[in-house]
């Protein structure tokens, strides 16, 4: 139920921690129970075709698991707290969302794209450093990536804040395509412009002049 309720947005790992705990606990004390000389987990466990116990603990279990849920928490004996990794995620996505509320102008979403760059850039610079590959849904609880995937899509989305990087993108593309092509433009300028295509040209005529001369001055003595 728990996890149901805390469904959408996804905030099932920190709002049913308890019940998850008391619930892997009541499950631990099963197994162990023996009233008797009967085990309570030979009753209640792998008993008839439905196995309605095992059933429900594993389905709980799978999706605590594949929402990376302990990785929320420091577990200290076994009793979890926050990680410090998740409190200072949640105080920098509290922040982005607290400015983008305050900043949001629907006639003008410049306004709130700006005032609220420095906070989501620091938001997502931070949940990058979270896993080692680009995406973490394998190992990033998922509370987390739930936050930023829905803080990403207002930005790009809903905001376009996105489309105020084209222009300094575009400015930067066009500076670095230039300078690439700065050593062929010297190249081409010096090949067909310099005075190296000159050159021979220049010697042939003083060589001629040089001839020239010559037999002059040889006429003349």
Known sequence: MCSILNARPVRLCEKCIDKYVTFHNRYEELLKTVINGTTCSSVLISNDRLDVVLQYHNSILEIWDKGNCN???????????????TKHFNKLFNETMKCLINN?????NATVCEKCMQYYMQLNTFYSTLSTDAIGVDSICMDVVDSMNSTRSIWSKTLNCCKLRISPEVVFLFSAGLISFLPLIFYMSVRYCGPIRDLPKVLRESRFKQTILRSVNSRED
């Open 71 to 85: 990785s929320c928490f420091d577990w200290n004996g076994g009793v979890p707290t926050l990680s410090n990794d």
């Open 104 to 108: 949001f102008d629907p006639k003008n």
